[in-house]
Nanobody
Framework: QVQLVESGGGLVQAGGSLRLSCAAS????????MGWFRQVPGKEREFVAA????????YYPNSMKGRFTISRDNAKNTVYLQMNSLKPEDTAVYYC????????????????????WGQGTQVTVSS
């Protein structure tokens, strides 16, 4: 069982930056691949970024490459999402998610691959 708590959301002007954090409970954090998703009302939850359990590999959809960076600190049971050059269309609730895996090299980009979700943190980008 893993509990995830996101933080770091808020209001930022277009062009600004935010760093989201997701703190995980439990002693097996390094056994989970992690991901970030986002959702706006009335739309599907969208994949933003993913990282392997070891932190050795990351994956982004093309629309996020170059602006968003996912990282993790297994000693702190925390995964991060650094967001730069933010745009109004990045406004959403951002969720972190954990996927149990026995491979340190597997990475997941589908919602259905994830076993645990945080409660979300609101990011609002003003124009």
């Amino acid at each position: 069982q893993v509990q995830l708590v996101e933080s770091g959301g808020g209001l930022v002007q277009a062009g600004g930056s935010l760093r989201l954090s997701c703190a995980a409970s439990g002693r097996t954090f390094s056994s989970y691949a992690m991901g970030w998703f986002r959702q706006v009302p009335g739309k599907e939850r969208e994949f933003v970024a993913a990282i392997t359990s070891s932190g050795g590999s990351t994956y982004y959809p093309n629309s996020m490459k170059g602006r968003f960076t996912i990282s993790r600190d297994n000693a702190k049971n925390t995964v991060y999402l650094q967001m730069n050059s933010l745009k109004p269309e990045d406004t959403a609730v951002y969720y972190c998610a954990a996927a149990r895996t026995f491979s340190s090299r597997r990475i997941f980009s589908s919602r259905g691959d994830y076993d645990y979700w945080g409660q979300g943190t609101q990011v609002t980008v003003s124009s």
